[in-house]
């Protein structure tokens, strides 16, 4: 078998661990109303890249943690993941029909239930992380933390926020930036950390995957605003279009400035990881999720 066979059927037993131990987590029939248990399920276990729980397990491998030790987390930052998709899609936020090739949880379920099941998950995910009895206590509810921090007042939610109340306002690019860090970096950098903290990593490493996961952040927000724009529902797997009314780096930069940055993301990024050894795996793995960028200019 060559390297690229064999790192991409890691990425697939890693992919497939995630999806059994989400399943293992998710509420069963039976312990909570039924219509309810259903669309947490049907918004955790549908079908997905598993970006950031493979960041997790990916870095803590990197730094010599057992991929096991690290699924719970992983585990727990998909569930924040498939919540704030929940919420972000409501009516009264971006009311949006499609996400990840199958129709909304409002639109399956009801708008009450999309709600509850958010607001379940987020609760999972923190109550995942504190039973993780293979970690010790102490870096449960530093995970914790983050995760929280990550969903706050200076995250998720912050980053929602702005982008409903200011939709209509003129951006500069840092305005930008700041606005894709929250909605979107702020929990990547947190996963990456997460890795890197579960393997024990050194102060500057986890600095280090800190900054990588800021920058792929921004570079991921730059290349779903470029989905938006140019993309189309069948490849996309959801809405576009939805961007239109608002400022992001492509309507400011025009499609060609808008891959400049996001390549410079994506350069700054892996600089980071060189600091500390190059972190090959996850870099590598993250290359392959913007594969086609360029043929796509």
Known sequence: MDDNAAFFQ?????RGSVDRRLAELAPRPGSAPDRLVEAVRYAVLSP????????VLLTASQFGAAETLALDTACAFE???AASLILDDLPSMDNAGLRRGLPTIHRAYDEATAILAGVGLLNLAYATVAADEGLPGPLRAEIAGRIAASVGFSGLIAGQ???????????????????NH??????????AQAGARIASAPAPAVEA?????????????????????????????????QDASMTTA??????A?????????????????DQVGGCELVARYVERLFVGRKAAA
């Open 10 to 14: 890691r990425l697939e037993a890693l």
């Open 48 to 55: 997905g890249k598993r970006f950031r729980p493979m960041l």
């Open 79 to 81: 569930m924040v993941h």
């Open 161 to 179: 926020a702005r982008d409903l109340f200011d939709r209509d306002q003129l951006r500069d690019l840092p305005a930008i930036d700041r606005l």
């Open 182 to 191: 929250e909605k979107t970096g702020v929990l990547i950098m947190a996963a």
């Open 209 to 241: 995957v800190g900054e990588f996961g800021w920058r792929m952040g921004l570079a991921f927000q730059i290349r779903d605003d470029l989905i938006d724009a140019e993309g189309s529902v069948e490849a996309a797997g959801k809405d576009v279009g």
């Open 250 to 255: 492509v309507s400011l930069l025009g499609l």
């Open 257 to 273: 400035g808008a891959r400049a940055v996001m390549e410079g993301h994506l350069t700054a990024g892996r600089a980071a990881l």
